[in-house]
Each structure stands twice: as structure tokens, then as C-alpha cells.
């Protein structure tokens, strides 16, 4: 059982950066793949990042790529996603996931945390 908490949103002006965090707890979330994704009020759940588990080699969605950076501390079983440069259409609450697969969609997913707000205005 892995359970995933989040924390770091909030409101800022496009342009600006915030970084979110992800703390997990289970003895076996090391062994897990972690995804951000994301869902604007109306819209479908979309993928924004993953970090694979052992590799720690990441994956980004084209619209966050060169933006965003997902890392991870598995010493202290936190996943982390920098996020610079950022725009209204990124606004949108944030969750993580975590599973034995990790793919680009949510449906790879296990474990999900409750979401954090990032709002950004222009």
C-alpha cells in the first residue's frame, strides 16, 4: 500500500515557478513509477510527467517539456516537479501517481494522492 500526499501549489502570475512535492509512504514505493498529471475544471486528467523507478529516466508531455522537471529522492520517498515559466493554461489541480508500469495514462496508475491547486494568472 503506497498513499501519496501533495503540496506546493498555490496562485502566481504566468512567468513564475513553483515546485511540487509528493510524499509517499509504503516500503515499497522505491519500487514504483511516479507520474504528474493534471485536470483543468472540465477537461479529461492529462499527463504532464513520470519518472521510471530503478532508471530514474523521465518522460514529459510536449506542452510542459523544457518547462517542467519531475525528480525524485528515493531516500526520502519524495517525488518532486519543478515547474518554470508558467503559463494560465497551465493552471489546473496537480496530482501524483504511483505504479508498476507508469505510462502516460492515468489508468497505469495505483496509487493517487488528493491533488493540489496551481492556479496562474496572466
Known amino acids: 500500500q503506497v498513499q501519496l500526499v501533495e503540496s506546493g501549489g498555490g496562485l502566481v502570475q504566468a512567468g513564475d515557478s513553483l515546485r511540487l512535492s509528493c510524499a509517499a509512504s509504503?516500503?515499497?514505493?522505491?519500487?514504483?513509477?511516479v507520474g504528474w498529471f493534471r485536470q483543468a475544471p472540465g477537461k479529461e486528467r492529462e499527463f504532464v510527467a513520470r519518472?521510471?523507478?530503478?532508471?530514474?529516466?523521465?518522460l514529459y508531455a510536449d506542452s510542459v517539456k523544457g518547462r517542467f522537471t519531475i525528480s525524485r529522492d528515493n531516500t526520502r520517498n519524495m517525488v518532486y516537479l519543478q515547474m518554470n515559466s508558467l503559463k494560465p493554461e497551465d493552471t489546473a489541480v496537480y496530482f501524483c501517481a504511483a505504479g508498476s508500469v507508469g505510462g502516460t495514462s492515468p489508468n497505469y496508475y495505483r496509487y493517487w494522492g488528493q491533488g493540489t491547486q496551481v492556479t496562474v494568472s496572466s
Open positions: 509504503g516500503r515499497t514505493f522505491n519500487t514504483y513509477t
Open positions: 519518472i521510471i523507478r530503478s532508471s530514474g529516466y523521465t
